[in-house]
């Protein structure tokens, strides 16, 4: 009876060993769904259209680009663009964790142009300042394709 005892004992710490290892956040992301729901697809439009309404401004900054003004271009970078990281991280959160990766890839990337055009602009650099621009808004434009058509 004692052996038998032991064996349950056993059995037990096993089973709930594996409905634990189960019910991991890893596991649950790998089952995560395929599709938006409402509430997602909503997040997600409130969350698009706070970085939807700094790019509107990007017009003004390629404006300052092309006139060389850098000091402004720093200050437009710093000041209306200095969330666009953490904006951008906020929609990818709420992105299907297929789109995650890319994503934040993307958001890095334009990340890393705003800050290059940042640095051209103090070094007066105009090839430099255009180039990172011109990046700048291909991956804005790529993020912005990673989300839902609603």
Do not use: C
Not at 61 to 76: C, D, K, P, R, T
Not at 97 to 108: H, P
Not at 122 to 133: E, I, L, R, T
């Amino acid at each position: 009876m004692k052996r038998f005892h032991s064996f349950i004992v056993i059995l037990l710490a096993l089973v709930i060993t594996v409905v634990i290892g189960l019910g991991t956040p890893a596991h649950a992301a790998r089952q995560s769904p395929a599709v938006y729901t409402s509430d997602q697809l909503d997040t997600l439009q409130k969350y698009a259209a706070n970085v939807q309404a700094m790019g509107d401004s990007l017009p003004e900054l390629g404006a300052l680009v092309e006139a060389e003004e850098w000091i402004h271009v720093s200050n437009f970078i710093r000041g209306p663009f200095g969330e666009l990281r953490a904006r951008l991280s906020r929609v990818t959160r709420n992105l299907l964790v297929k789109d995650q990766e890319q994503a934040r890839q993307i958001a890095k990337k334009a990340a890393e142009a705003l800050e290059s055009l940042d640095r051209a602009a103090q070094d007066n650099n105009v090839q430099a300042a255009d180039a990172n621009y011109a990046a700048f808004l291909t991956l804005y434009d790529n993020f912005f394709s990673l989300l839902p058509k609603s």
